[in-house]
């Protein structure tokens, strides 16, 4: 059995200031260390800021996929800004996810590019998803205050076309063309699709909420605990902290129940 993780976290973006975040980086270093230290995960590898290009980014999931067999545990974390945006075909009905690498302004991964890596997990592998960032559409990327900044980067930082209301209802409705008892991955992400994921200062550093009280969550527990349990704590633990975030988790019910990063 083979246990590998890939790690993303991207700040710094290199288009001004005001658009990066501060606690990415930290969430992949957390998740990189609980994973080494007390999963055993052998192969660990991380992309930060600059590094974290999407051709780098695509090139680690193929890697962190590639000669993966029945019994092998695969973790992908990402942390960075999200974003919603116009299907590329021009149908106005149809929106994608994405979430923003370092050269976001040519170069968006969206959620069918993911979704087409990883169709091909062979049977028995189990590969976790935790994505810290924000697909919440918002026309704007708001500061709650300087301890708090949302992970939601506005479309027009590169190009793309803001999302009425409306369209962040066909956006969000096309979730269910991709039914979780299908889902060959769990994914844990940091919030429902009308909110947005918390960059936050916590504990005297910059860390992404959701990540930040789920490893709490995973230590507070012994490092042991179902998907399902980590989700239910980690909602109690953000609602208890007054974020206004709901963390969701997809997947089969099988995986759901399962213990976690086993």
């Known amino acids: 059995m083979t246990k590998k993780a890939l790690c993303v976290g991207i700040n710094d973006y290199p288009f001004g200031e005001e658009n990066d975040l501060q606690g990415c980086v930290n969430d992949a270093n957390d998740w990189a260390s609980l994973l080494k230290n007390h999963f055993d995960f052998t192969e660990v590898k991380q992309l930060l800021n600059a590094d974290a290009t999407k051709a780098k980014v695509i090139t680690g999931i193929k890697d962190l996929l590639n000669g993966a067999k029945a019994g092998d545990i695969l973790v992908f974390t990402n942390a960075s800004h999200g974003t919603y945006l116009a299907d590329t075909d021009g149908d106005e009905d149809k929106y994608d996810e994405a979430i923003c690498p370092y050269d976001t302004d040519s170069n968006l991964l969206v959620d069918d590019e993911l979704r087409n890596l990883f169709k091909n997990i062979p049977k028995d592998v189990r590969l976790s998803v935790i994505s810290d960032s924000c697909h919440s559409g918002s026309v704007t990327r708001v500061m709650v205050n300087e301890y708090r900044r949302n992970r939601q980067?506005?479309?027009?930082?590169?190009?793309?076309?803001?999302?009425?209301?409306?369209?962040?209802?066909?956006?969000?409705?096309?979730?269910?063309?991709?039914?979780?008892?299908?889902?060959?991955?769990?994914?844990?992400?940091?919030?429902?699709?009308?909110?947005?994921?918390?960059?936050?200062?916590?504990?005297?550093?910059?860390h992404g909420a959701m990540s930040y009280h789920a490893i709490k969550a995973i230590t507070d527990a012994n490092y042991n605990l179902t998907y399902a349990e980590l989700q239910k704590r980690l909602v109690s633990l953000l609602e208890d902290e007054n974020y206004d975030q709901v963390p969701q988790l997809e997947g089969n019910d099988e995986f759901k129940n399962s213990r976690i990063f086993t």
């Open 153 to 206: 980067l506005n479309p027009r930082v590169f190009g793309g076309k803001e999302l009425s209301p409306d369209e962040l209802r066909t956006a969000r409705g096309k979730k269910e063309q991709h039914p979780e008892s299908a889902m060959k991955e769990i994914l844990l992400s940091g919030c429902k699709s009308n909110q947005t994921s918390a960059d936050a200062y916590i504990n005297n550093d910059y």
